[in-house]
């Protein structure tokens, strides 16, 4: 199955932006449906961009306009790309990939933490 690995995060002022990369190795990425997900200790699990199966992309009512997810298969990354970031969007981000599209075969990276002040 896939390997997941996050860089990127860090600390950073309100209005600033980060880019959270996601190298994924172990499998053929062309088989999961890849997105990004964070958690705030005592709230839900917030999927906030993925790709879909038919290569569309989903974002969470919160970050549209703001985040932008991209993929580069040649280098087997995924990115965020997070622009005028708020308090409210510090949390642990998590790089998750779904095998053949499927929520329940999902795949996590270790999480990499954002923090905006």
């Known amino acids: 199955h896939v390997q997941l690995v996050e860089s990127g995060g860090g600390s950073v002022q309100v209005g600033g932006s980060l880019r959270l990369s996601c190298v994924a190795s172990g499998d053929t990425i062309g088989r999961y449906c890849m997105g990004w997900l964070r958690q705030v200790p005592g709230k839900e699990r917030e999927l906030v961009a993925s790709?879909?199966?038919?290569?569309?992309?989903s974002y969470v009512d919160s970050v549209k306009g703001r985040f932008t997810i991209s993929q580069d298969n040649a280098k087997r990354t995924l990115y965020l790309q997070m622009d005028s970031l708020m308090p409210e969007d510090t949390a642990m981000y998590y790089c998750?990939?779904?095998?053949?599209?499927?929520?329940?075969?999902?795949?996590w990276g270790q999480g990499t933490q954002v923090t905006v002040s």
């Open positions: 790709f879909k199966g038919d290569g569309s992309t």
């Open positions: 998750v990939a779904d095998r053949l599209c499927e929520s329940r075969n999902r795949y």
